[in-house]
């Protein structure tokens, strides 16, 4: 649910996730891990930078892969 509310890249948001700085607004409950949406969304807006480096920029096909 995160990576499609904050429009993030899945990549960079499972690895961003398995990183200490995640650490403020992620709970374990049982085998998942739970987002604070609203500590997220303050860490997000403290940290422009973080923000775009885990946006999901999305990029077309080459046109060879297209074609078949």
């Known amino acids: 649910e995160a990576i499609t ?3 993030l890249s899945r990549r960079k ?4 996730l ?4 995640s650490k ?6 049982r ?4 987002i604070l949406r609203e500590e997220f969304e303050e860490f997000l807006n403290k940290n422009k930078k973080v923000k775009e ?9 080459p046109k060879k892969r297209l074609q078949t």
């Not at 948001?13 to 961003?16: R, T």
């Open 31 to 34: 085998s998942r891990r739970l």
């Open 13 to 16: 948001w499972y690895d961003f």
């Open 5 to 7: 509310y904050f429009n």
């Open 53 to 61: 480096e885990l946006a999901y920029v999305g990029k077309e096909w």
């Open 24 to 29: 403020k607004f992620v709970v374990g409950y």
């Open 18 to 21: 398995n990183s200490d700085r």
